[in-house]
């Protein structure tokens, strides 16, 4: 069986992609993963660092944007299965993106995000096929659909 991959869209803050991906070589999985650019000034000034500097911000964030846009939807694109993490801090618009682009392409879409979180999100949640509230759950997720097995944690 080859590898499927995995995109891991969403908060930067905490260790959730760490998590799925050492439950994943625990359990045996043929799984490879994608993401974006999680360094957070690499990401925001990749477009000035590469194409020349901006006067204005937005310009900035423009340049950088679209090269991002490229590594992203070309890798969601690639992706058999994307998962999107929601934290509990900061307006996660590049979330949200990657969730509604991955849904438009009809790839399978994994939400995940605290219970508190349930109702500002629930039309991203209608768009997903599963959501999830931990990386364990991702995991046995994941391990389900490849495998069809059960209680891998």
């Known amino acids: ?3 499927w991959l995995v995109y891991l869209s969403g908060e930067i803050h905490t260790d959730w992609r760490e998590q799925i991906e050492a439950g994943t070589r625990k359990a045996g999985l043929p799984v490879d993963f994608a993401a ?3 360094n ?3 990401s925001d000034d990749c477009g000035v660092a590469i194409l020349g500097a901006e006067e204005k911000s937005f310009w900035k964030d423009h340049k950088g944007a679209k090269l991002n846009a490229i590594r992203t939807r ?3 694109e690639r992706s058999d299965i994307v998962i999107v993490r929601f934290g509990d801090k900061y307006k996660q618009w590049n979330a949200a993106f990657d969730a509604g682009f991955a849904s438009a392409l009809g790839k ?3 939400v995940m995000h605290d219970p508190e979180l349930t109702h500002p999100l629930k ?3 209608a ?3 599963a959501v999830a509230e931990t990386p364990e759950q991702i995991v046995e997720m994941l391990a389900y659909v490849i495998r069809s097995e059960l209680s891998v944690a």
């Open 74 to 76: 070309t890798l969601i």
């Open 108 to 110: 399978p879409l994994i």
């Open 36 to 38: 974006p650019v999680t």
């Open 40 to 42: 957070h000034a690499y």
């Open 123 to 125: 039309e991203v949640d």
């Open 127 to 129: 768009a997903a096929l």
């Open 1 to 3: 069986m080859n590898n």
